[in-house]
């Protein structure tokens, strides 16, 4: 009896989740693109940044899903749900990402987060403007958001100007034609007010 409640949980899960398809292709798309460079952070960044960028461009987003701002990066608001459904129907694999320092007792192994590996094909549920944009993505940062406020100024401070966990808003890029940039006034205004709150 208690197991057949827990395979009924089990199952709403997994069908609450599943009707979040593009977020699923997605990130299968991304971690098949670019194969484990991408942890957490950067899987959920370029996800935002694909969001985005396709917002300002036509209004909507692909995955069709919000994003909040948690500590480190943009996450899609469904994201460990999504990747736990994926774990369990092993469309990825994760493994903890171990690296070897130098500690003052000798040497010793630390955990920086976990990587992705898909074992499953991304769907082709993306039209034709979508795979442009991830593909362009894909290639633009390749696992390396060093350059993120460089690329997308204004994505990347509607970001980080949101309060913790709060949702992200995308808006649509000026009708003047000028290239985005960082509001510098707004920006000192954020960090003042964070810095003495």
């Not at 969001?51 to 692909?62: A, L, M």
């Not at 993505?137 to 401070?157: H, I, K, V, W």
């Not at 100007?161 to 992200?168: A, N």
Request: positive net charge.
């Amino acid at each position: 009896m208690i197991e057949n409640e827990n395979q009924n949980k089990l199952d709403y899960k997994v069908n609450l989740v599943g009707d979040f398809p593009k977020l699923r292709a997605a990130i299968l798309f991304f971690i098949n693109r670019i194969p484990e460079k991408l942890n957490r952070i950067s899987l959920c960044k370029h996800l935002y940044y694909s969001d985005g960028h396709y917002f300002q461009k036509y209004s909507k987003q692909i995955t069709e899903i919000e994003y909040l701002h948690i500590e480190g990066s943009p996450q899609p608001v469904m994201f460990n749900e999504v990747m736990h459904t994926m774990l369990v129907e092993k469309d990825i694999e994760i493994t903890p990402l171990l690296v070897k320092e130098k500690g003052s007792n000798g040497p010793m192994i630390l955990l920086k987060g976990m990587t992705y590996k898909a074992l499953s094909k991304a769907p082709d549920v993306f039209s034709r403007e979508e795979m442009k944009v991830l593909n362009s993505m894909a290639m633009l940062f390749n696992g390396d958001l060093s350059l993120e406020t460089r690329y997308y100024p204004n994505l990347y401070q509607y970001y980080a100007q949101t309060g913790l966990y709060e949702i992200i808003t995308f808006l649509p890029l000026p009708d003047d034609g000028k290239r985005p940039h960082l509001r510098w006034k707004a920006w000192a205004n954020k960090i003042f007010k964070l810095m003495w709150q």
